[in-house]
Structure formats: C-alpha cells, structure tokens
C-alpha cells in the first residue's frame, strides 16, 4: 500500500490596509499659492516703485505727483548718477575690500570651525560661543574703542598712505572679518559635524597631517557651505556704509555706498536721481547672486533631508 499525501490547503492571507495619504485639496493649494503670491508681491513693490521712480524725470513728478501717470519715462537719471556721483571709483574701492574681506572671513571661519568641530577639549564650546556672541554686540557700541584703537596702530607705507589703519582699506577689510567670523564659524561648525569620522580616520591611517586634511578634505567637502556664506557676506560687505563712514576719512576711498551720498545736494535732492543711483550700485550684488544661486540653494538646504 502506497500511502497518499495530501498537501495543506493554502492559507488565505488578508491584504494588509494601506495608509494612503488624503489629497491635499484644490483650495488647500489655492489659498497657499495666493499667500505666497502675496508675500512676493509685498517683497517687490519697494524694488519696482524705485524702478518707476528713476525712469520718469524730475520735473515730471514735481509737475504731476509721484503717483500720477508718467509723461515721459528714460534713462537719464541712470546717467546722471553715473557720472555725477563718481560711481566708478566707489564702486573699485568696494571691490578692494569686499573680495579680500569675504575670503578671509572664509578662511579664519573655516579654521576656527574647524578646531571647535574635529577636537575635543574642555573650552569647545564656550570657544564656539564666544565667537557667535561677537555678532550680538551693535557695531554703534565698538566704535568708540575702534576708532581709539585705529588711532595708534600704525602700518607701513605701501598699505596706507596715513600711516595708521585709520583712513585706509586695510582697515575696513579688517573689521568686516573680524565681525563677520562668529556667524560664519556658526554655520561652518555645524556643517562640518556632519562631515563622516570614517573619512579623517581613513586620512590619519594615510599619514595625512592636519592641514592636509582641513585643506584638501574640509575645504572641498565644505563648497555648497561656503557658496552661500560668500553670497551673504558679499552681500552685506558691499552694502556697509557705517564703517567707511566712521573709519575712513578720505572721501575718495570709500565704498560705492558713498557715492549715493554723494548724490544728495546741501539744499535740494532729487529722489528720482537717488533711486536710478540705487538701482546701479544693486547690480553687482544680483550678479553674485545669480552666478552662485545653485551653490547658495543648496548650501541653504543642507541637512534637510536627514532625519
């Protein structure tokens, strides 16, 4: 006798439910599109009213208003403040301190971060916020002891015609990395925490020193970071005018902040004039912008996606 077998029936296997996200709404979106269209509009009406403002002349707006309808509507006003302010000797002298003040604020930020992020000691983070603090005190409260200060250190001829770091570049170069360094060293710090261990152990059992990890491991690993803090620190440098204004005494060596000072009259000023003045010296800032905008994006965005 042959023994059969049967096989075991198949067990029914209920399907497990699904967690299906609900579908955000047409109105939900809607509502969301017209509160972010609102706010952008909001953000641009100053830039577009200074657009209208420069194009139309200044007897137009006297004759009819500044919110009438314009007669006429050109470009001399962008002219005008060309070559009556002296834009293209401010606008050199912002270039002289904004480029070396933004990459030495860079590389000191860089250092420190990477001193507080890669090594353990007892004054880690009271170092890191010691730094960061520097950014809370008001820039009116420093310049008493600055300008005192300025006042009795001296530097050679070939950097300052006066002698002194008072009235010269070098100075204004100083400050700005000087007062720029806790908020970068904040950023940087962070970003560089997220950097794997694995890689500077792998680099130490290499042979690799210290500076050749923070130059040719950091620094790389740190572009997207360091893209969007030279978009800011660009920004911001370029558009000081306290500094030069408190620091330097010579008119032609301050930055093209100045030349909108110049541009008001002791007993007349044309707005019309300031606005197309204005809109000029905004234009570098938008090129930064613009060629580093993929690099910022995504500087700004680190650490999103990780939980």
Request: charged share 10%.
């Amino acid at each position: 006798m042959t023994a059969t077998v049967t096989p075991p029936a198949p067990r029914s296997r209920t399907p497990l439910p699904r967690t299906t996200e609900a579908p955000r709404g047409p109105k939900r979106q809607t509502g969301r599109h017209l509160m972010l269209g609102g706010i952008a509009l909001l953000w641009l009406v100053p830039l577009l009213w200074a657009v209208y403002t420069s194009l139309r002349p200044y007897s137009d707006t006297t004759q009819h208003g500044y919110l009438s309808w314009p007669r006429s509507i050109g470009l001399g006003n962008f002219a005008d403040a060309w070559s009556q302010s002296g834009m293209p000797r401010f606008f050199w002298n912002s270039v002289l301190i904004t480029i070396p003040a933004v990459l030495g604020t860079l590389l000191f930020a860089a250092a420190v971060a990477f001193f507080v992020s890669r090594f353990d000691f007892r004054w880690n983070i009271a170092l890191l916020i010691l730094f960061t603090a520097g950014n809370l005190i008001p820039a009116q409260v420093l310049i008493t002891p600055l300008y005192r200060l300025y006042l009795l250190v001296s530097l050679p001829a070939w950097m300052s015609d006066s002698l002194l770091v008072y009235n010269s570049l070098w100075g204004i170069i100083f400050i700005h990395i000087a007062y720029q360094c806790g908020f970068c060293t904040f950023v940087l710090s962070n970003y560089m925490k997220t950097i794997p261990k694995e890689i500077f152990e792998a680099a130490l059992v290499d042979g690799a020193p210290v500076w050749r990890q923070f130059f040719q491991i950091v620094l790389p690993l740190c572009r997207p970071a360091f893209a969007a803090l030279a978009t800011l620190e660009s920004i911001w440098i370029y558009n000081d005018f306290f500094w030069s204004l408190a620091l330097i005494e010579t008119g032609d060596k301050r930055p093209i902040t100045s030349a909108l000072a110049n541009l008001e009259g002791q007993y007349f000023t044309n707005p019309n004039l300031i606005a197309a003045g204005a809109l000029l010296t905004a234009i570098p800032t938008l090129l930064v912008y613009f060629a580093l905008q993929r690099q910022f994006i995504s500087g700004l965005t680190i650490g999103s996606g990780k939980g």
